[in-house]
């Protein structure tokens, strides 16, 4: 993984010019002293308790976190701007005009003036981050002048929250001293005004998944908008799976040193069972085989008879079984529309030979990048990625509600899109890439469980950086699933799961992959995650999700070599989650 180049990531104070009242500090809750970001819209920042320079909280951001609050100033006129900062470098300034920045280990006060133009209507003034040093704290900003208006510009709305039924989405969210009005957003659209601090936005089609912001208003303007909330209509479609799943991949088409197992061999603990794997005839060909393990390398392999018969047995006990395609080997590239037909069409047919239940997507490797400058995930535009997204809707439009479909990448290709997106360029093209297909996919999706093994460090959105082996690493990544959050420098948030499509991969022991983590600690993040119990340090910006689908392993295989460790441990824990 290569780190990107170095750049300045800013928070933003936007000022706007009006008319004269008198000197003050200008900036709503420059302290933190409500306990939350209430009066700043920020990405990548968080309010914390320790360390502070006065008072009980400060803000902690990361290098390229930003914030934004917007106050009114008057033209022709000198202000004071000062913070209190700690940590890793942080600058404070004035956009075209005077700067200052320092690194100090202890609270230490930058400040400088400027003087706005005479006929300047509005002023940036910013605190950031150099881009790879890490986290900064930041307390008790001023900006310290004549004020533009009375009442002037009000604060940005408080974290709004939603509820959904099968049709709407109704949003809530606390009131603003000075304002008249609200107008709710999704993206860059107005979707509703209202006055009071509440509203609900209606004929919405089932199982839809929508973003919104908040600003508040009056007379002298709008002001800066809310953190994002997202909620899911009802009506979603159900794979007909246990509440908590046992979910684990069979090496069926290889032997790897863990030895074969045949299907009618796999224990009934297995509720999804993904054969391992389905492989293209060439990377962009689309063309993708599957075969069982050939007898010289697999010499107790079934017939592939006897190999459709178990299948069926284990349907009739409920249980699903999947073809998997991709694997670290198995690179897929769909550049052309061609391929994507192909892709369809050969993957249609391995499901009807062995009448199988659905579809795993464990592309790695180059599978999935993006081309420069596709930096929105909601629209991507790199023709691997378009191409995949439309097969797979053409694959569940075939199969109908019962399909299932299920993904498995690593913390590459999802979680490390926080901080880097492969479009926006200056890194690897790869990072973040599974995000839009992901997104396009999440009404049709039944389980995304991400590999939570063979992966370097992770920021999770604490700001800090997790490692894999523990349940911190686990209650991390997978709470980024469950919240959302902001990809990148791109100006767009991912909107997290529902949690009964959230499970979380790990190895099945220490030679199935590097990240294997002890059970009692895997049970320590099921039970924050789903009990937000046992946490450790960590605080759940997503909550606490009692429906949470459950656990994947690499393998079945390497489980059974190594004495069922796995399937012995988790699968009574899970059927004891609520």
Known sequence: MRRALAALAAIVLTVVVAQPVSAANLLTNAGFESGSLSGWSCAGGSVVSTPVHSGSHALASSDY???????????????????????NPVYLGVTGGPSTWAAPSTYQQLSLTFTSGANQTSAELYLHGWY???????????????????????????????????????????SVSGATGYRGYEGTSLRTTVSGT????????????????????????????????????????????????????????????????????????????????????????GDIRFTLCPAAECPNVESEADFIAAIRAKQAQGKKVLISIGGANGQVQLTTTAARDTFVQSVSAIIDRYGLDGLDIDFEGHSLYLNAGDTDFRNPTTPVIVNLIAALKSLKAKYGSDFVLTMAPETFFVQVGYQFYGGAGGGDNR?????????AMRDALTVLHVQDYNSGPVMGLDNQYHNMGGAEFHIAMTDMIKAGFPVANTGQTFPGLREDQIAFGLPAAVSAGNGYTAPAAVHDALNCLARNQSCGGYTLRGGASPAIRGLMTWSVNWDRYYGWEFQNSHEPFLNGLP
Not at 69 to 86: D, N
Not at 154 to 167: D, H, I, L, R, Y
Not at 250 to 279: C, K
Request: hydrophobic content about 35%.
């Open 65 to 87: 976190g930003k914030c934004a609050q917007t106050v009114t100033v008057v033209p022709s006129t000198t202000y004071t701007v000062s913070a209190w900062v700690r940590g």
């Open 132 to 174: 790879g040093a890490g986290t900064y704290y930041a307390d008790d900003v001023v900006l310290d002048g004549p004020g533009g208006g009375n009442p002037g510009t009000p604060a940005a709305p408080g974290n709004p929250t939603a509820t959904a039924t099968a049709s709407s989405i109704t949003l809530s969210w606390p």
């Open 198 to 285: 509440s509203a609900t936005l209606s004929g919405l089609g089932a199982c839809e998944t929508h973003t919104y912001t908040v600003a508040a208003y009056n007379a002298a303007g709008e002001s800066a908008r809310s953190a994002p909330v997202s909620a899911t209509t009802s009506g979603c479609q159900q794979a007909d799976l246990p509440r908590h799943a046992l979910i684990g991949y069979l090496h069926a088409s290889f032997a790897n040193g863990s030895g074969y197992v045949r299907m009618a061999d796999v224990p009934a603990a297995w509720d999804v069972i993904n054969l391992a794997f389905g492989e293209p005839t060439s990377v962009t060909s």
């Open 431 to 439: 990072t973040g890439s599974y995000l839009p297909v992901i997104h």
